[in-house]
């Protein structure tokens, strides 16, 4: 069951770039001297070694934002999202026979930049260090509890793999946000309301947010040029008065400040929301 081989989606591999050893920070840049090559290719379907705690069946699914960690017990689902030099996931559900309470999936939350290698990739905390190689080799088999495209290699089409083009770059009037200067809790500016909307940024490269009744949550990091990243998490759908911020978050590809306020803007260079300190 484990011997045939799956695809995997590979696109364009682009050299360059060199820098200096990664930060302290996790919100905060990562560069790195090796070569590097755009998140598209990670796109597939991998089997994972070397992740402390991880046998040797373990699968990676990676989608477009979806990811799906598959062990012998079922499957654990969340969001990940890269550019040429970071990369950040969270998780936030899983199959009840892997445990009771939230598994543990430490090599994916230490992971901060990717590597592609000659037989696959390779995850790699701040540091530089190897938390997870990752090659195409077997395929999970069936599992009773999951959809069956959730076991096979991901096929999204060239429309959805643009979400990892480069975004529009700030306006002239706009200055790039840093990971130190948006750290902390922000509103939605000018918005008077009885909930509380907002978002908090976690110096660990963590965040909470919510509309005014429904929460969200997930990782962020934040590159040079206000270039921004962040996972999301399902939520509620309960009406009330509020701003939808998980959803500017969740669509936002870069950060920038008008003087003290805070603007986050999509791919294409339009403004999603603003926000003041809380």
């Not at 990243?229 to 911020?245: K, M, N, R």
Request: net charge negative; glycine share 10%.
């Amino acid at each position: 069951m484990r011997a045939h081989r799956v695809a995997v989606v590979v696109v364009a591999i682009a050299a360059a770039l060199a820098g200096c050893a990664g930060p302290e920070k996790p919100g905060a840049p990562v560069e790195t001297t090796a070569a590097v090559a755009s998140p598209a290719a990670l796109v597939g379907l991998w089997r994972v070694s070397d992740a402390e705690g991880e046998d040797d069946d373990t699968w990676l699914r990676l989608d477009v934002r979806d990811l799906t960690v598959l062990r012998p017990c079922g499957g654990i689902f969340g969001e990940w999202g890269a550019t040429d030099t970071r990369f950040i996931a969270a998780t936030y559900g899983w199959s009840s026979a892997c445990s009771g309470r939230r598994p543990e999936v430490a090599w994916l939350d230490d992971a901060a930049r990717f590597e592609l290698t000659a037989d696959g990739a390779q995850l790699l905390d701040a540091a530089g260090a190897v938390v997870a190689s990752l090659t195409v080799d077997g395929d999970p088999g069936h599992y009773d509890d999951m959809s069956g495209k959730l076991v096979t290699a991901p096929t999204p089409a060239p429309s959805d793999l643009a979400r990892f083009d480069e975004p529009a770059p700030l306006a002239a009037e706009l200055s790039p946000a840093t990971p130190e200067s948006i750290v902390g809790a922000w509103v939605p500016e000018g918005l008077v309301v009885e909930t509380e909307p907002g978002v908090t940024f976690e110096a660990t490269g963590r965040y909470s947010a919510s509309d005014g009744c429904n929460g969200g949550h997930g990782a962020w990091a934040l590159e040079q040029h206000g270039r921004f990243l962040a996972t999301t998490s399902p939520t509620t759908a309960a009406a009330c008065d509020g701003a939808p911020v998980p959803y500017a978050l969740a669509d936002a590809f870069r950060a920038g400040f008008d003087g003290e306020t805070l603007v986050l803007l999509d791919q294409g260079g339009a403004e999603l929301a603003r926000f003041t300190r809380a």
